[in-house]
């Protein structure tokens, strides 16, 4: 298939787009696919699924990116936002845990306060700050509780990075519920256009408590709300979460469109040079091609020529096991010098190898023989007696 409407020229980062109509026509075949397996599912099933209705609205849809090379040297702990049309946390019954920095009691008066939405206030159902997290969240008990009393989990960007030691493998062994970044401080002044640093020697009026306002802070948590999740890893394929099963095709395809886009642009080095494929698939349906890329290879150097092209040999050489090479300098032969044998066979060649003799040989035979044969007249001699 042709890989998009606009392709980047090799060796350049012009800027790729993916095909509007392929990526449509991927997202009506696929919900297609996934409603018809559903309805065999259940008809094949003796006993009737009361859950049938949520499992389907909660069937997730993936949309996977292959590169050619690793986009990230490790693991990100933190996962990365890309803004997309349609939110994939509309539910009103999804519980928010937000864990901020200290104190947790001016954060909780900015969550509870007139200025916050209140339909946004009442899904925040518990916040805590890294103090008192640390305290009560430190036992592996008490972090399964904590995981499975919220479905989302928001942290301020100024402590995440101390939670994964904190949370431990309850949080951080798959990538579910880790606690998505937010920007719960205070916005800093422009001057001439640009931030001013904050003057750490002096305390704000708030007795030293660096909050944003309850509309900054409303803002960020939608922001992040409304955003498809990125966790990256060191690996040449991404996953990221774009629907559900029970969407239409054109809200999938207006998610795969700014999820490929803003996973590109941001977070893939030499950016669409270094696509290899784009899919979007179910928990487990086949994947469907989105965008395809005409080389499988990124430069020049990672692909090997083989030796014997253009040489019209058809006799394959002996590989040169256990042989060193050798540089060829200005003026030497091309052809590889044969290396010298080794030390020790050399002495053993030059050893003299000893001369046969059978005369000697048949002698020493004959006189061994007649010994023998005079011991066992003597011993027949002594038994007679």
């Known amino acids: 298939m042709a890989p998009s409407k606009e392709v980047a020229v090799v060796g350049s980062n012009a800027l790729a787009s993916i095909d509007p109509d392929q990526t449509l026509k991927a997202s009506k075949a696929l919900l297609a696919h996934i409603k018809k397996a559903a309805k ?6 003796a006993k009737r699924n009361l859950l049938e209705d949520e499992d389907d609205e909660g069937t997730p849809i993936w949309l996977t990116l292959t590169t050619k090379r690793h986009i990230a040297d490790k693991a990100r702990l933190q996962p990365g936002k890309i803004p997309v049309p349609h939110s994939l946390n509309t539910d009103e019954n999804t519980t928010i845990c937000a864990i901020t920095a200290d104190p947790q009691r001016a954060y909780k008066n900015i969550i509870g306060s007139d200025e916050f939405p209140a339909e946004l206030s009442k899904r925040i159902t518990r916040v805590i700050d890294f103090s008192k997290l640390k305290t009560k969240y430190g036992q592996y008990d008490a972090q399964r509780k904590l995981f499975s009393e919220h479905d989302i989990f928001l942290a301020d960007d100024r402590i995440i990075n101390r939670l994964p030691k904190v949370l431990g ?3 951080y062994k798959t990538t579910a519920k880790r ?3 937010v920007v719960l401080s205070a916005k800093r002044p422009k001057v001439d256009g640009k931030r001013v640093k904050r003057d750490r020697t002096t ?7 660096n909050a944003g306002t309850a509309a900054d802070i409303a803002k960020e948590i939608e922001k992040a709300l409304s955003s498809a999740l990125v966790s990256l890893s060191p690996t040449t394929n991404t996953a990221v979460r774009i629907g559900y099963a029970h969407w239409t095709p054109e809200q999938i395809a207006d998610n795969v469109d700014a999820v490929a886009t803003g996973l590109v642009g941001k977070w893939v080095p030499q950016a669409w040079r270094n696509v290899r494929s784009i899919y979007i698939k179910g928990p487990t349906t086949a994947a469907l091609p989105v965008w395809l890329t005409d080389e499988l290879w990124l430069d020049e150097k990672d692909v090997i020529a083989d030796p014997e092209a253009g040489q019209g040999s058809t006799k394959a050489e002996k590989p040169n096991v256990g042989k ?8 030497a032969d091309p052809e590889p010098a044969e290396p010298a044998a080794p030390a020790k066979k050399a002495r053993k060649a030059d050893k003299p190898a000893a001369e046969s003799n059978d005369d000697k040989l048949d ?20 038994m007679d007696d």
């Open 40 to 45: 065999e599912t259940s008809k094949e099933s």
């Open 169 to 171: 493998k309850t949080f």
């Open 179 to 181: 606690p998505i970044p």
């Open 203 to 209: 305390k704000d009026k708030d007795d030293g408590v």
């Open 324 to 331: 060193k090479r050798k540089s060829l300098g200005a003026g």
């Open 363 to 382: 002698k020493q035979i004959a006189e061994r023989k007649a010994k023998l044969r005079k011991r066992k007249a003597a011993a027949a001699k002594a």
